[in-house]
Nanobody, 118 residues
Framework: QVQLVESGGGLVQAGGSLRLPCAASGSRFSFNVMGWYRQVPGKQCELVTTITSGISPDYADSVKGRFTISRDDPKNTVYLQMNSLKTDDTAVYYC????????????WGQGTQVTVSS
């Protein structure tokens, strides 16, 4: 059974940084796509970034230049480095993974809360 487990969320002041790891387990094969969504209560879930094997990562315009996604395939782990955080980045961040490129992804983590204070 595939599991994605996020960690690293928490409370940070605006302008600060956080790093979110997401460890995948239970898959016989490496995921082609891994990435991150975020959700604010009452708003639509937003695709933040994806990283596909052999292709440069994609980022939402709202995070370009501030967030960086990377992956460590031997560890089956994807990371989201978030710098220059803004209060608008406050959300629950979900790790996603799949063997095929989206727009829908089959595997999701349980989410980790990121709160950015002013």
């Amino acid at each position: 059974q595939v599991q994605l487990v996020e960690s690293g969320g928490g409370l940070v002041q605006a302008g600060g940084s956080l790093r979110l790891p997401c460890a995948a387990s239970g898959s016989r094969f490496s995921f082609n796509v891994m990435g991150w969504y975020r959700q604010v209560p009452g708003k639509q879930c937003e695709l933040v970034t994806t990283i596909t094997s052999g292709i440069s990562p994609d980022y939402a315009d709202s995070v370009k230049g501030r967030f960086t996604i990377s992956r460590d395939d031997p560890k089956n782990t994807v990371y989201l480095q978030m710098n220059s955080l803004k209060t608008d980045d406050t959300a629950v961040y979900y790790c996603i993974a799949d063997y095929r490129v989206g727009p829908k992804y089959n595997y999701w983590g349980q989410g980790t809360q990121v709160t950015v204070s002013s």
